[in-house]
């Protein structure tokens, strides 16, 4: 098993350092290569996503990634940008599928912004399209209008589509993936008024069809936002379009408290995946040594589930960290009064400590 691990920029160095101690205390086998990538490839490489981390990636059975990015690129050109290493990523390997879990952890309930009772258990799964939508579709770009309500005025425009076999892909994805969970899919659209969703309804229709031991359901993209933060835990799996995910998946994730919590994962059709915090580089905090490890440990744990058959491996990194939380081992974006503030590296000794006493007490 071949990971590529890369840390990346501003907090992506000190959490990823303590995922890999984590992978390192499981007694795996596997072979672990780190590239520089994000602004730190471009100060050594003069490119985000220089050759050689491509190919290290390409090669590998999954990424580890940190997080990319820094206010000091901003001015420089957008190819140059660090964000868009994961954009050259996401589309050099085809990772079409995102995974984002929102789990509510009893102990950080307190840290939602919604009333315990809503959150208390929650365990949704949102799987978000990644390589098409109207992120993707040609043609976009500005133009000076011909029609509409201002004709010769500046326009920008960007075009919405999908194609039948990419939304069965995902489609597949996600019923596969209530399967394993409580048998249930929300597909969310905006079939009312948008020609691609109204295919993206008819096509998961079908596929759902295939799945008959999984209860499909369908949701407009307006009432899925308000009944996320209204019943939030009448969810199990949702899936949906890239823009709509996107929006829909940094909602989901304040309901559970703190960005440090989520992980994610991106697969392609190979179950080849890039696995990284739902969170960026975090510049304010970075070298400190404060920056909360949970949902790049997670996302490990994710890795080993999805792309490297180890789903055994990831249950005991799940589980360390329900306990570490238990024990009251708290980094500062998750802290309450009661719990003990910790370190970026005390959290994942903790981690570690955690594995390593479930390994002794499984042996003896
Ligand atoms: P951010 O997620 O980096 O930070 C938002 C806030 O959350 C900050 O206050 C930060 O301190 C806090 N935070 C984030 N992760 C944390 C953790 N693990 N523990 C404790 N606190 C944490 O978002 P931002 O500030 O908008 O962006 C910073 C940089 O990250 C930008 O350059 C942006 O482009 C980049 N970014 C990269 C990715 C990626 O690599 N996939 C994703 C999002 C943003």
Same mark, same amino acid.
């Given at each position: 098993m071949k990971i590529a691990v890369l840390p990346g920029d501003g907090i992506g160095t000190e959490i990823v350092a303590e995922a890999v101690k984590v992978l390192q205390a499981l007694d795996l086998k596997f072979e672990m290569e780190t590239a520089l990538v994000g602004g730190a490839a471009y100060e050594a %490489? +003069? %490119?985000?996503?220089p050759e050689s981390t491509l190919e290290l990636a390409k090669e590998a059975d999954a990424v580890l990634f940190g997080a990319v990015g820094d206010w000091k690129y901003d001015k420089l050109d957008r190819p140059l940008r660090p964000e868009q290493a994961v954009l050259g990523l996401r589309k050099n390997l085809g990772l079409f599928a995102n995974f984002r879990p929102a789990i509510c952890y009893d102990e950080l309930v307190g840290a939602s912004s919604l009333k315990p009772e809503l959150v208390s258990g929650l365990d949704i799964l949102i799987i978000r399209e990644l390589? +098409?939508?109207?992120?993707? +579709?040609?043609?976009?770009g500005r133009r000076t209008a011909v029609d509409g309500h201002f004709p010769g005025a500046e326009e920008a425009f960007d075009t919405m589509r999908y194609s039948r076999p990419e939304i069965e892909r995902i489609a597949h994805v996600a019923f596969q993936a209530a399967r394993k969970r409580s048998k249930r899919v929300t597909s969310v659209d905006k079939a009312n008024v948008l020609e691609t969703f109204q295919l993206w309804k008819d096509v998961v229709t079908e596929v759902g069809k295939e799945y008959p031991d999984v209860a499909l359901d369908h949701m407009y993209v307006d009432n899925a936002a308000m009944q996320l933060v209204k019943a939030p835990k009448k969810f199990d799996v949702v899936v949906t379009g890239n823009m709509f995910g996107d929006i829909l998946s940094d909602e989901a994730a304040m309901l559970t408290g703190s960005i440090g919590m989520l992980p994610s994962a991106s697969l392609n059709a190979s179950s080849q995946g890039l696995y990284e915090p739902s %969170? +960026?580089?975090a510049p304010d905090i970075a070298g400190k040594g404060i920056a909360n490890p949970l949902a790049t440990i997670l996302s490990a744990a994710m890795m080993l589930r999805f792309s490297l058959d180890q789903p055994e491996a990831a249950d005991r990194i799940e589980s360390a960290v329900k306990d570490v939380l238990a024990s009251g081992l708290r980094t500062v974006d998750i802290f309450s009064e009661g719990t003990k503030k910790v370190g970026t590296r005390e959290m994942g000794d903790a981690v570690v400590a955690a594995i390593t006493t479930t390994k002794k007490i499984t042996k003896s």
């Open positions: %490489h +003069g %490119h985000p996503l390589t +098409g939508d109207i992120y993707f +579709g040609q043609p976009r %969170h +960026g580089s």
